[in-house]
Every structure is written in C-alpha cells, then in structure tokens.
C-alpha cells in the first residue's frame, strides 16, 4: 500500500472554467425549435418595447376623427382606432405595459416566493407548519377581487399593479421551492455544508436556491402568461393601466366595441397578446426540457 | 499528554412517535493528537449518530442527548451553543461523508465551494482563501489545481471528488477529522489511495482522526486504537493489537471470524446468525444476546459492567475470559 504515487492527473481541457449546468442547459435549449422560435420572438418583442419611442410611427395619443376605425393602409399598417389613432403605435405601446406588467409582476412573484418557500422548507418544523398554513390561508381568499378592491382604494397606479400582481402569483411558487428544498436539504452536500460551519442564510441562498431554480425558471415561463393575462383582464374590467396609456388588454377591450364594424381593432392586439403567450409557452416547454434531461423527451 | 477529545458516557436518544431510540447508549472514547481511531460495527449502531450528535449535526428534536460529556479544548461541545459549534465545525473539527458523487454542490464551482470554510473561518479575502486553497489541492494530489478550481463537481470522478472534500476538510488545519465511511462508495484501488493519503496527510499535520468504517481491514491498516459499537453500546474498546490479537468480547471475535482474510484458508465465511435489535426494544440485557455464542442467564436481565484487561483495554462482557 506505501510507495503508491498519490497524485493523480486530472486531466482537464485546456481551456480553464468548465461547463456548467446552465451552460449545458443552454445547450440543449438550443436543440429544441420550437422553444427558439418562441424566445427569438420574445426577444424581438422585448427588444420593440425597449425602442417604441423611437420606432412607432405616430404619436400613441394623437387623434384624427376623420379616420374612424380605418382598415390596415399603407399610412396604417394596423388601421386605426375608435378614436383614429394609429393601431400599430397602440399594440406597440400595449405591448410596453403588458410585456413590463408580464416580466416585472414575474420578478416581484419570484422573489417573495423562492425566498418564503425556501426558508420555510429549510427551517421545517413547527416554522414551517405555521407559514405553510398562512400560504394556506392566502389561497383561499379570492385574489382579483383582493386587486380590485387595491385599485379601487389606492388609485390606479402601474407600479401597485405589479405589487398586486405579483403578490397573487407568488404563493404557488412558494410551494414549488418549499418541495425542493426540503429535498434537497437531505443531501449530502447540505450536510457538507453544515459540517464546515456555514451559516443557515448562506446554506439557503447560495446551496438551496441555485439548485431549485430549474423549476422556478420553468415556473415563471407560465407566471408571466398568467399575470399578462390577469392585467388583460384587469384592463378589459377597466381597472388596468390608465388611458390614454393603453396595454393589449384595454386594446382588446376597446376592439371588442367595433367588432362588428371593423374586425382588425380587435384581431392585431388579439394577435400580438396570442402569439406572446404561444411563445412563452413554447420556450417553458423548452426550458423544461433543458433543465431536466432525465426527464421524457416529449 | 491530555486527549484533545475526550467522550464520555455519551447518551443520544431520538424520541419518535413511536417511541423513545436509543441510538447511543452509553459511549465513551478518547483520542489523543495524531491518533487515529477506528470505529466499527454494524449498520445501524450508533457509530455516525456518535459523531454527528458530537458535532450537533442532527436536528434536536428528535434527537435528545440524555447525558454525556465532549470535551474538545477545555470546551463541552455538548453544551455548546449552536454559534459556539458552528465556530467548531470546518475549523478545529473538519468531517467527511461516505458520499463523494453527492458532497458536492453540483452548481458551483469546486473552488468557490473549496473557499467557504476559509471565508466563513478565518476571514480571508476571496482570493487569499483561492491561494490557500489551490495549495490545499495540490497536497492532496490533484495535479493541475488551478483549473480543477474552476471546474464542476460533474466532471470528476469518485475518487476526485472525495479527494476535493478531503482539501476542503482540511483547509482551516483541523485538530480532529472525523471521515464517516470515507471510502465506502469508492472502487478498492481508489480506497486504498484515498486511506494512503489520509495517513500521509496525518502525518504531516500531526491531526487526530476518527475513522468510521464497517470494513475492519480499513481499521487495522489505519486505526491506532478501536472501538467496537453495537446497538448503541461499546462492546469493546482497545489498541488495533487488543482488538485484532487479544479480542475479548464474544462480538468482536465472531465480526473477525466473518471477515474475509487472504491468510488463512477457509472454505465459507461463518456469518453472525439473526440480526441486531430493534433499537426501540431493547431490555436492560445485553443487546447482543439473541445471536452470542457464548450467551448466560446474566446477559438476559443485565447489561455488564466494564471489564479491564489492559490499561488501554476495556470490554462489556459477562464472560470471565473468552475462549480462543
């Protein structure tokens, strides 16, 4: 046994910094069509909202009686509005506020909720019982109406909208982290962890959270439909974001009025908010997949 | 020369639901710098919860500890508090575990998990601790450190991998490694190296080691003294020649019989027949009666008192003197 050589090579590539598992996930995302097509859309989209100021041919408040609800011209590729205002620059706008309300509203879901859930599944026990029953609580009470009664009595304001958004989705996810770390808090390496004298906090944020976040991303690809769907909704009931400011909701709602007179009101920002929704769909599919490649393929 | 751990009369019981386990019973050991101890018996005795309950690594409730001493440093690691402790663990008294594929967080970096001890301990800066760590991989033989640190865990093998958490155990200088099965999961050859480096290491840093292990050729290669566990219970605690050569409980004599040696010829292995108690079951006997040899009347009602052979040589046995 003495007189073994000890060393061992461990032959790596050349290039230091190996593959990680997001960049492995990545990888396989890549692989999948439909998840690409769907994310280059979203990226496009993203990228339209950003530079809407610049690139939207009229003013999203200007008005022209004359062109009451006009069909798609040349002059306005959409047609134009009750109002005469130019459609395209309004499903631009919309899709700003539904996009941001979609992504923002996600966020504030993602981070009460992974962080609740988290701490509630690390600490386990009687702590956990007791925030567990109060997520119980919380499901039971019927949520748009808790919206509505927010919008109503603070004013209709776009950033309480996120808040109150954001604080209806975040419950589900709190459960969907909840699970994993009590899994995974039985592993050896959170067992490593605690034997060297790591603290709680740094156990839960940097061993317990990263490891969860597969299914959180995937998650938060259908967050983001709901809440632009919930804002839609919103908007329809008249309780979204304020006129002239318009999101894809509002604009539905206002194209449902002409319907029968001029279809297009209503088709484009049906559209845009359809396709947005089959994209993000796709690219959780997608995501799904990447993330769990032990998982059934289709 | 004072013991740098000294265990005694350690009682951890888990209280379920179901009733009161009695996980360890009464242990007592201890261990003097650069020593090694060997602890063995069956799955299930007690030998990780020793440890663990040691260190305060399981959660309380269930676990209780009914009564006990650990003295580490003039300090009572059993009534520390949580924050005492945790000032311990990964910095005086470092642990390795039995899975290697799985001790590692499979989303970092090796190195950034390699830094959290020397971060957390000895308040370095990120890069200092990378310095300190790098070398720390260098000591236990992983050639090309640098970039090993900016690997992941998924590109090692087994062995690899325990040799990581092994630099990661002993970063801070520890004065007590606790391996629990260290080499369990790993292929024989892999085994031998890990146990070859373990010494090597010990004997350049002068650590204690408690070496927890089922495989009693592990223990004889490596432990200085021997501690043998069952149900809960020491049965037999002495030097590796006491336990080896001059077994005195009926137990530790039948686990030799049933270990395979290439020595001697023999045509099947003779087993210990049944198998351990229910730890919830367990009467004021000895816990070892059902499947003894050499069982009386005593061992039914009354578990032994101690029994002294050499200074360093201690067994629980009603026995006078085992039969060879």
Known sequence: MTGTDLSIDTN????????????????????????????????????????????????????????????????????????????????????????????LASLVSVVIGVTYGAISGYLGGRVDSFMMRIVDVLYALP?????????????????????????????????????????????????????????????????????????VIVFMTLTVPTVILEEAFLSFLGLGVQAPMASWGTLISNGVEVMEIRSTVLLFPAMALGLTLFSLNFLGDGLRDALDPKGAKD | MAPILDVRNLKAHFHTRRGVVRAVDGIGFSLEKGETLGIVGESGSGKSVTQLSILGLLPSPPLKIESGQALFGGMDLLQASPSQLRAVRGNKISMIFQEPMTSLNPYLKVGTQLVEPLVQHRNLKKKEAWAKAVVSLEKVGIADAESAMNSYPHEFSGGMRQRVMIAMALTTDPELLIADEPTTALDVTVQAQILDLLKSLQKETGMAIILITHDLGVVAGMADRVLVMYAGKAFEYGTTEDIFYRSQHPYTSALLRSTPRLDTE???????????????????????????????DDCKEIFPEVKTFAETHRSYCHLKELPQ
């Open chain 2, 266 to 296: 023999v045509g099947s292995l003779p087993p210990i027949g049944g198998s351990p108690p229910d730890l919830m079951r367990l009467t004021g006997g000895c816990p070892f009666y059902e499947r003894c040899g050499h069982r009386m």
């Open chain 1, 143 to 215: 949520f748009i109406f808790l919206v509505i009664i927010l919008m109503v009595y603070f004013g209709r304001n776009i950033y309480l909208l996120f808040v109150a958004l954001g604080m209806t989705q975040w419950l589900t996810m709190a459960r969907i982290v909840r699970g994993q770390v009590i899994s995974l808090k039985e592993k050896e390496f959170v067992q490593a962890a605690t034997s060297m004298g790591v603290r709680k906090s740094t156990i839960i944020f940097k061993h317990l959270i990263p490891n969860c976040l597969g299914p």
């Open chain 1, 12 to 103: 790596l590539k050349e290039d230091t910094g190996g593959v990680s598992l997001w960049k492995d996930a990545f990888r396989r995302l890549l692989k999948n069509k439909m998840a690409v097509i769907g994310g280059t859309f979203l990226l496009l989209e993203i990228l339209l909202a950003i530079a809407t100021p610049w690139i939207a041919p009229y003013d999203f408040e200007a008005q022209n009686l004359e062109l009451w609800v006009e069909a798609p011209s040349m002059a306005h590729w959409f047609g134009t509005d009750t109002l005469g205002r130019d459609l395209f620059t309004r499903v631009l706008y919309g899709g700003r506020i539904s996009l941001m309300v979609g992504i």
